[in-house]
């Protein structure tokens, strides 16, 4: 978020405020708009992991897979270059 507001990125108590709702926390709508921007996609790679985890169990219950190297191979083979969705999946599980 620093990066995007550079001079103006709010304080941790005003990001704080106005993520529970008392107030806008004195910041104004495009710094709102960064910190929303920022909650979402922390709540999409959230998601995410929750739906891989989910995926695996399901392959490991009915025998598709045996470990999460496996499953990892199978589902992102470009994760073991480190290029990819599969970096990104591998950095959560």
Do not use: W
């Not at 995007?4 to 106005?18: F, G, K």
């Not at 598709?64 to 599980?93: H, S, W, Y």
Request: aromatic share 6%.
């Amino acid at each position: 978020m620093r990066e995007e507001l550079s001079d103006s990125a709010p304080t941790e108590d005003a990001v704080r405020m106005c993520l529970q709702g008392e107030t806008t926390g004195g910041l104004d709508a495009y710094q709102q708009t960064v910190v929303l921007d920022k909650l979402l996609e922390c709540a999409e790679v959230n998601f995410r992991t929750l739906c891989e985890l989910i995926r695996y169990q399901q392959f490991k219950a009915v025998g598709v897979v045996n470990t999460v190297e496996e499953f990892m191979a199978l589902i992102c083979p470009e994760g073991a270059d480190g290029k990819g969705l599969g970096r990104l999946i591998c950095q959560f599980l």
